[in-house]
């Protein structure tokens, strides 16, 4: 028979979960309920209490061709910082999988960049894709401007863009490795014995087996290249959400409009669109994406 | 199907393989005939799977040389090596429907789809799956699975066919119905094909040339029931045969010529006794070839317990301090604790050296003629 340690008082087990209770609510429900109510009111300029003001906030963000852009800038991020570092994580899982000599090291190597925070990451991609100083240095050399996130905003959004790649490449990676592990060796085998090449039991077999992986990467990543913290840390760090308003994905505008514009309205209506969005690319991704994925 | 051309003969050269510093396999030479049906027979961890493998390319060879219709296929890739494999688990692509499966192989060699599909159709027929093309292997029987698994070796036309315990999966009865459909295809395909098991009785009914493996050695290679009467080690005496042979350390007794088997004394050929003086023995005789006397009879023994099979009985006796297994009719009528007689025909004795434990060949004992050695020749039989 099984055993069950049960509480005999009722306020015991209340006491061992409060701190983690305190926490939700000092950091989420107290924030969250914040953002509700500025969003519908207004701050009278010289102190009283806030005015309801209704939709007047939101009318405004979205009045704003900035705002707009930003949306734009984020989806491009979000979109493509997902498939990239899909892509990579996954070409390197199935590298790794074949157990050549050395993927251990290559293993540990690969994982290494995820243990690193997205602004220091973001640091140092400036000094090595820096036009002038950089990797690309060379190549401006021969052909000038033709690197120049400085200058250029679509360069600077495939900066942002890569160091998101870089970053999180490792984290797709663990997923995608042990995906790969738990799919039966017999299975490639058989391909193999079926004629088929390293390339085609991947693209045949494996990628198939590890369709709710990438469905999990799918939706995690998406949320993370939305308002994951290195979003806003990498765009931060790197290029301040210039040149241009090239590169200021959503939350980079909401931290900015909220602390250096210090306006707590306009930017909670706008956390409260993201969120929104949020809610509807991952019903979206559930809704008609999930339903194409074998579970076994 | 073209016969000829579809035929390889394999020949295995001095084969060895190491994982690391263990070695599994230590030097194996084996040459199989086109068209054959072998059967790898021993103990589980014995390295058949491994070399299977090796035969298929799914693992490297450490030594040695594998040739398949007189190429060295040592550095070929699987898809190189016309080889097709049914794997014990079936390893079927779980995502693919049973049609997917079975013609992946022609997929991946670009066969036209019109021509993929006839084949499909054709080969499902064979195996007798055409109703459930369109499922997943999900929503298979054992059975099934095993069928498209099959199909899926089938529908290449393979030289050679290599199945790794196709059938230990699979209940009693499917197990009996799939080895003679196993046969059947044989006789069909006539394919080489390369047969492992660890079940002697598949063994004994599939083969036209059984292998016995054990620890990495190849202890006899032979026709069933060539092996089945001419043991050539301890080993394959004690792994063949149901119920296991019994074998007896001992020694002869020159002076009675005789040996000792418990506390009695079973006399051998005199001159038989000279030739094996002093030398320590293991003697074997199957339980099928002893005589169960009811009312005593050369060995007194006492009955330990009786399990039925149906057909008869098994008898395990003790004598003295060794213990004894002998099949007797339904109608001897005998009980546990009993006392018996048992008769050990010498003429079925096999005799083993004990430090080798390889057979020792005489003609007492063999009851092939064509392969008896002259009277007074003591060979070691290889
Ligand atoms: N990949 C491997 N690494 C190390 N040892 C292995 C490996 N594969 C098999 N072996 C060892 O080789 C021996 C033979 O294995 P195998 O050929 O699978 O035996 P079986 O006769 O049961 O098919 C076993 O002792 C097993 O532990
Ligand atoms: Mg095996």
Known sequence: MEKRSVFNSWWLPILFALPQILLILLFFYWPAIAVMKWAFTLEPPFGGAAEFVGLTNFKEVFADPFYWKSVAVSLIFALCGTFFTILVGLVLAIAVDRQLPGSGLFRFLYILPYAIAGPAAGM???????????????VNAAFPDFWNPAKYGTHALVLVIVIFAWKWAGYT????LAGLQSVPRSLAEAAAMDGAGPIRRAVDIQVPLLAPTLFFLLVIMMTEGFVGSDTFGIVHSTTGGGPNHGTEVMVFRIVDEAFKGLNYSGASAQSIVLIGLIMIFTFIQFRFIEKRVHYK | MNKVSKMADIDIRAVRKSYGKTQTLHGVDLCFASGEFVVILGPSGCGKSTLLRMIAGLEEITAGEIAINRRVVNRLEPRERGCAMVF?????YPHMTVAQNIGYALKVASVPKVERERRIKETAKVVGLCEYLTRKPAALSGGQRQRVAMARAIIREPKVFLFDEPLSNLDAKLRVTMRAEIRKL????????IFVTHDQVEAMTLADKLVVMNKGHVEQVGQPLDIYHRPASVFVASFIGSPAMNLFDTRVEVDTASVRIGAAQVPIDPALAARLRGRDLTIGIRPEQCVVLPDGGRVPAKIDFIEELGSGRVVHAEMGDQTFAAVIGEHVNVRAGDRIGLELPSSQLHFFDRDSGRRIDMEINSSVPQQVAGASTLAIAH
């Open chain 2, 88 to 92: 014990q688990n079936y390893a079927l």
């Open chain 1, 173 to 176: 990676f663990i997923f995608l």
């Open chain 1, 124 to 138: 140092a991609f400036r000094f090595i894709l820096s036009p002038e100083r950089g990797l690309m240095a060379s």
């Open chain 2, 186 to 193: 044989h006789q069909r395909l006539s394919a080489t094909s």
